[in-house]
């Protein structure tokens, strides 16, 4: 069982920048999708951005150019880089695993693992 948990959420103003982690643990490395994904009161939860086990991101269309998804496989970490936020950014964070492909699928239905969430507020 993959397990994940999330850090670095926070309170910025608009503009800022916020840089968010996620310890993932007991993964299969030769194939997953790891994701970041977000929800904010009263909407669905989306998929903000994606990285698959050959590197290949999918980000959603309203973070194309200010969110970066990376990882660091020494440290089994998977980080958001959060830059020109917007008070639309607002919303809690979670990271989550899918293991059973080495592709990425957006719907947040096949991740079988996900983290605690981290909390992002931006104010305008």
């Known amino acids: 069982q993959v397990q994940l948990v999330a850090s670095g959420g926070g309170s910025v103003q608009a503009g800022g920048s916020l840089r968010l982690s996620c310890l993932v643990s007991r993964y299969t490395r030769s194939r997953y999708c790891l994701g970041w994904f977000r929800q904010a009161p009263g909407k669905e939860r989306e998929g903000v951005a994606l990285?698959?086990?050959?590197?290949?991101?999918i980000y959603v269309d309203s973070v194309k150019g200010r969110f970066t998804i990376s990882q660091d496989n020494a440290k089994n970490i998977l980080y958001l880089h959060l830059n020109s936020l917007k008070p639309e950014d607002t919303a809690m964070y979670y990271c989550?695993?899918?293991?059973?492909?080495?592709?990425?699928?957006?719907?947040?239905?096949?991740?079988?693992?996900w983290g605690q969430g981290t909390q992002v507020t931006v104010s305008s």
């Open positions: 990285i698959d086990s050959g590197g290949r991101t």
């Open positions: 989550a695993a899918d293991t059973n492909r080495d592709f990425c699928l957006r719907a947040s239905t096949v991740f079988g693992s």
